[in-house]
């Protein structure tokens, strides 16, 4: 088996770049010190941490090696995907609750079996927790049902 195609090198390959990408974009932010921190100061540490880790994973995935990736499976990520941007685009014009019950609907038909009761179950989970987190405790300007609340 290649070590350089397996699960955990290129897992840190995508630490390294995501690092690697953040530096990037905060490259105009200014550092400052340690004792007088600008706005680039946590952005800049985080991404030297993430390169790190990344290295170390990378190393880690050649010495010992780890398992092979395998082929990616289309259909949940293209509906997952689908869901999240039907979630998106019902959120201010439907509401919270016919988003979450257009995302968990979908993204429930990319697993391998789908039981309507439990999708029931949890699209009314979600909508209590969701409308008593975001529009009860903390607030926030949303609608639960548009028109309604």
Known sequence: MNRFLSKDFLSGLMFIGFGLLALYVGQKLAVGTPVRMGPGYVPRMLSFILLALGALVCILAVVNGSEPV?????KPITLVTIGIVC???LF???GLIPA????????????????TTEVIGLILALS???????KVGLGMNIYILRGVW
């Open 87 to 89: 979630f998106g685009l």
């Open 92 to 94: 201010e014009r439907a």
């Open 128 to 134: 209590v927790l969701c409308t008593l987190v975001f």
């Open 70 to 74: 395998e082929r990616p499976k289309w």
């Open 100 to 115: 979450l019950i257009v995302l968990v609907t979908i993204a429930s038909l990319a697993g391998e079996e789908f039981k």
